[in-house]
Structure formats: structure tokens, C-alpha cells
T-cell receptor, first 116, second 114 residues
Framework: DTGVSQDPRHKITKRGQNVTFRCDPI?????LYWYRQTLGQGPEFLTY????????KSRLLSDRFSAERPKGSFSTLEIQRTEQGDSAMYLC??????????????FGPGTRLTVL | QQPVQSPQAVILREGEDAVINCSSS?????VHWYRQKHGEAPIFLMI?????EQKGHDKISASFNEKKQQSSLYLTASQLSYSGTYFC???????????????FGKGTHLIIQP
């Protein structure tokens, strides 16, 4: 078990550019979550997938953000027309759920985005 | 809806004990505790479900007071490796538990000095 991995670990971009991040969950996990963390704050929930279905989105997820998990394995998070306020650490977490019970979410190392 | 953690920061000598609290204004289904070191992923510590259970492993334990909607994390005989920021993540009862994202507090910074 290699844990949750994320790529890239760091991304610097100019305002207005599009960026895409990738998350590879723990292999047997059926749920995948995206969070955003800014300095001095706890992670903030963005969205989550059950297999390939996107089941919940936070109101933090503006229309510039889109997430996919096409085959129920890895996931991508795309931010279009980046703004300086998008600068943050983007964390991915995965879990296994057999349904009906709270599950343990395991986090990846994150992608740190800096928008200049 | 964001849980409130206290204290914001703690400085201890190695071997001393610490208590970190997490309070919610909403009825909680579960509380999840994580530790995060600078630049690293949050590491899962434990989950507590409604019902007032208490859990622990090694010298770290936690309790969940369902009536007060409060959870406490206890670190006994702290070690240098315990340094980091501790976050509680909560699921509110009306969400039914399970598949929702966690709502995290702002964290408690713990510094252990030799």
C-alpha cells in the first residue's frame, strides 16, 4: 500500500491560466475527496466521489473548478482562469466504505498552488 | 458550523501532558482527529462516533461527549514526535454520517521542547 499520491507537488502559474492536478487514491478505496487548505486553516471540503460519481460539491467550488474521476480510480481537479485567491494547498483524501458508516479518510501530500 | 478548537497553541516540555478540545454548535455524528506537520499530509489519529465512546492507542486517547457536542484529545507523556498541528474534523448529525466531507477546525499548534 503506497498511500494517496498527488501530482504535481508544487505548481506556480500566472493569473488567468488553467491548471490541473491529479490524485491517485489507495487502490482499494472507492471514495475520493478534494479539500483546499490555506495558511493557518484546516482543510476545507470541496467535493467527493463515490467510484466515478461526483456526489457532493461545496459552495466553495465555483464554476471555474471542475473535478473528474473517469474510471473510479484516479481523479483530476482543474481550475480555469486562476485567480490569486486560488493560491492554497489542494489536498486529496481517499477512503473505503461499505455503506452506511463513517469512514476513515487518508490524505495525500497535497499540491501547493501559487498564482502570481 | 466550523468546530472551535482550543487552545490555539500549546508549548510543552517533553513528558508533559496536553488536552486539546473541539466543540461544535451542531449535533455531531462523528469526530475525526488528525495531526499535520508542516508541509506534510494530515495523518489520521482516530475517529469517535456519537455515543460518548472513548478511544486510545499508545499515549494518545480521545473522548466524545455527545451531550456537550465536544471532543477532547489527550496526549500523555508527550514525545518530541507529537509536535505538529492537530485538527478535529466533524460530521454533523443531520447529514446522517458516512459519505460527506469533514468540516475541520482551525487547528491547535503543539510544540514539544526537549
Amino acid at each position: 500500500d503506497t498511500g494517496v499520491s498527488q501530482d504535481p507537488r508544487h505548481k506556480i502559474t500566472k493569473r488567468g491560466q488553467n491548471v490541473t492536478f491529479r490524485c491517485d487514491p489507495i487502490s482499494e478505496h472507492n471514495r475520493l475527496y478534494w479539500y483546499r487548505q490555506t495558511l493557518g486553516q484546516g482543510p476545507e471540503f470541496l467535493t467527493y466521489f463515490q467510484n466515478e460519481a461526483q456526489l457532493e460539491k461545496s459552495r466553495l467550488l465555483s464554476d471555474r473548478f471542475s473535478a473528474e474521476r473517469p474510471k473510479g480510480s484516479f481523479s483530476t481537479l482543474e481550475i480555469q482562469r486562476t485567480e490569486q485567491g486560488d493560491s492554497a494547498m489542494y489536498l486529496c483524501a481517499s477512503s473505503f466504505s461499505s455503506g452506511g458508516y463513517t469512514d476513515t479518510q487518508y490524505f495525500g501530500p497535497g499540491t501547493r498552488l501559487t498564482v502570481l | 458550523q466550523q468546530p472551535v478548537q482550543s487552545p490555539q497553541a500549546v508549548i510543552l516540555r517533553e513528558g508533559e501532558d496536553a488536552v486539546i478540545n473541539c466543540s461544535s454548535s451542531k449535533a455531531l455524528y462523528s469526530v475525526h482527529w488528525y495531526r499535520q506537520k508542516h508541509g506534510e499530509a494530515p495523518i489520521f489519529l482516530m475517529i469517535l462516533l456519537k455515543g460518548g465512546e472513548q478511544k486510545g492507542h499508545d499515549k494518545i486517547s480521545a473522548s466524545f461527549n455527545e451531550k456537550k457536542q465536544q471532543s477532547s484529545l489527550y496526549l500523555t507523556a508527550s514525545q518530541l514526535s507529537y509536535s505538529g498541528t492537530y485538527f478535529c474534523g466533524t460530521e454533523i448529525l443531520e447529514s446522517g454520517g458516512g459519505a460527506d466531507g469533514l468540516t475541520f477546525g482551525k487547528g491547535t499548534h503543539l510544540i514539544i521542547q526537549p
